[in-house]
Every structure is written in C-alpha cells, then in structure tokens.
C-alpha cells in the first residue's frame, strides 16, 4: 500500500480534483491513500476561501481522499516557494509520494529545472537581473535562460508550482518521489471546461449567482450546496478598517515588504479609498499583484514577517476516514498532529482562532459570528 500526499486548496473541490484521485489509483493501486494538505480559510493568492474550510476538507473526503489535513495559514500565504516548502516538510515523514497536476507532466524536465534554481551558479545570475529592475519572476526566467535551462516550465502556474515542490524534495533531501499528472485547461480560464474546469472559472460563476453544478463531483456538490459563499469583496470594509489603524512599525514588520514596498502600502492605505485603488497605487513593475495581495491579507491577520518565518508548532487534522487511520497513527509519530480536544499550550493557536473569526467577515450574505473554530469538529466517514 502507497501513500500520495497531495498539497491543495480544492477552492473549490471539482471535476479534475476527482480526476486526480482516479489517475492516481489507476497508477499506483486502488487501495493507495491519499493524504491532501489542504490550505485554510486563506489560500495562496491572498484570498479568502470560497468555502469554509471544513466544508471543503469533508467534499475531499466524501470524494474519495483518506486523509486532509490543513496546511498552517503561515504556509499558505507564503508565495509558492514557502508554500511548497512547507508542505513537504509536513508530508516527508508519512509519504511516499507527492502528487501535483501541472501542464507539462514531465518529471525529468521539472527536477532538471528545479536543480538549475538550486545550484550555486544561479544565485549570482538572479542578483544582476533583480538588479536591473525585472521582476522575479522575469529575472528567474533569465537567469535560467543564462545558464542554459529552458524556461517554458516557469511560464504556467501548474509548472511554477511543480517545480517549487521538485526544489522543496531537493533541498529538504525528501525521500518521496514526485509523482507529476498532466492537468489539462487553464487554470486561470474564467470560462469553465467541461473535463479540467478551473476554480477561478466556478467562483466566477458562483459570483453570477450561475449553475456550476456540473462542474463539481456530486458528493462535492451536495456538501457545497446552499453553503455560505465568502468573497474579498464583502470583506473590503474589514480590510480597510485594519489597514487605516496600523502603526508604521505595523507595516514595516509585514512580510513581503522589503525594498520600502511596506512604505509605499503605508501611504498608500492613508490616501486611497477602497482597496483596489490601495493595490493599484502600491503595484510597480518590480513585484506582482499577488505579492501585494499576500501582503495586505497578511497586514490584514496580524501576520508579521516574523511570524511567517517561525517554525510550525503543529499541523491540525480536517477530516478522515477509517482507511485513513493508520497513517495519521504514522503521522503523530513526529509531533506535529495533537489529538482532538488536547490542550495546545503555543500562542498560534490564539491566533488560529483570531484568524477563523475575521474570515467570518469575508461571508457574502452575512458576517458568521465569532467562535466557530470553538465548536469544530473533525469530520469522519467510516
């Protein structure tokens, strides 16, 4: 028997999530268990979650994963190397595999790349290109391009991705072996494809208040169904009410805000009026928009750089089912898993707490009230 971990968001769980599981089965045995490390409330971009994250983690499980656990907020709004570097430093220890879907599905040419990033002569190449003003993601397409690396598979998000989890594996010396899967579409298409929607095209949809039933498994599309939306956009006011009240030592402690960016989010926050104007005014040619987005989250949460760089003190469990026992058995070896109801003496999960109650904002119909992470409970299908 194999074990697959999977380091996801399912915002939300649809059609080629469930294709993935299949293909996954289909390689390796049907009795394979699928470990899915799946983001929070807040995901990668700098979002907040379509759905709750229970709701999602009980779609995945009803939908045929053994086992979701949830990737540490610091680690989900980490960009996407400290967001696959965590997730394998979680799975490592329980998994023999880790699966990605990525557009070219070539794990030789993904490990080639990833060994170009991490070899000594890289590092000086980045710092000139950097240095002329290109962006990092142009300066790391060029300086692979100096040293003779193609840099197609820095081109597409799926690829980008891939490669950070084939450098995490690498650097972190991680006996699991990748285990790349062609994901067809686009996964930024804000039109959904029949066989490989996009998740931005079904939150597109959902923001219609259009049919996206189709496009969801349907033990997802029952959970999901009547399910509390939550959006950026219901949430602004929030938003704008902490960044109009932070200190300059507030902004200046933010991750991401390197180079004096902190500075120009500072002033930018005290002299526009909605939070699109706030990231159009701080946007420049140098960093992306989701640097930005993951900043003003973070500044958003309290989360500071220092924070961002401590150590996890523990990774919480979702949901299972009974085929998933034994490897959380095999996970609580290392440390990080508490049992339901243990009493966790670390200040994050004050924080954690802080963090689901200012999510309950982001909820389109109504703000959810406070102290629902109180009331959690993990969810098992036997």
């Known amino acids: 028997m194999k074990t697959v971990g999977i380091i996801c968001e399912y915002n939300p769980f649809h059609l080629g999530h469930q294709k993935q599981f299949d293909e996954i089965r289909a390689a390796l045995g049907p009795d394979t268990v699928i470990v899915c490390l799946m983001s929070g409330n807040f995901v990668q971009r700098g979002m907040p979650a379509v759905f709750d994250k229970a709701l999602r983690a009980q779609a995945a499980i009803d939908c045929g994963a053994d086992l979701i656990l949830e990737l540490p907020t610091v680690c989900a709004l980490s960009s996407a190397e ?46 000139r290109e950097l240095e002329s003003g290109s962006s990092f993601p142009v300066a790391r397409q060029r300086a692979l391009q100096q040293l003779g690396i193609s840099d197609a598979l820095l081109e597409k998000p799926n690829d980008i991705l891939a490669v950070e989890y084939c450098k995490a594996i690498l650097a972190q010396g991680s006996s699991m072996k990748p285990l790349p899967i062609h994901r067809g579409g686009d996964y930024h298409d804000t039109s959904a494809d029949a066989e490989n929607p996009s998740a931005t095209a079904l939150r597109r949809l959902m923001e219609q208040n259009a049919d996206w039933s189709a496009f969801v498994p349907a033990s ?8 509390p939306i939550h959006s950026l956009a219901a949430g602004e006011r929030a938003m704008l009410s902490r960044l109009r009240t932070m200190t300059e030592e507030d902004f200046a402690a933010l991750p991401y805000g390197s180079e004096g960016l902190w500075r120009k989010l ?8 909605t939070l699109e104007d706030i990231l159009t005014a701080t946007k420049s040619k140098r960093y992306t928009r989701t640097r930005l987005d993951r900043m003003v989250m973070c500044a ?22 009974s085929s998933g026992i034994p490897v959380l058995k095999k996970a609580r070896e290392t440390g990080l898993f508490p049992h339901t109801g243990d009493k966790i003496d670390h200040p994050y999960q004050a924080l954690e707490q802080k963090w689901d109650d200012l999510y309950g904002l982001f909820r389109c119909d109504a703000p959810s009230p406070a102290g629902i992470d109180n009331n959690r409970r993990i969810y098992l299908l036997k």
């Open 266 to 273: 500072m002033h930018a926050s005290r002299q526009c009026a």
């Open 300 to 321: 958003y949460l309290g989360i500071t750089e220092d924070l961002m760089n401590a150590p996890i003190p523990y990774v919480r469990v979702l949901g299972l089912r």
């Open 220 to 227: 997802a599309q029952k959970v999901f169904s009547n399910a």
């Open 82 to 127: 400290g967001f696959a570097a965590g997730g394998v430093k979680i799975l490592s220890p329980f998994c023999d595999y880790l699966c990605f879907g990525c557009e070219t599905g070539d794990e030789q040419s993904l490990m080639q790349t990833a060994r170009a990033l991490l070899s000594p002569e890289f590092g000086p190449v980045l710092r």
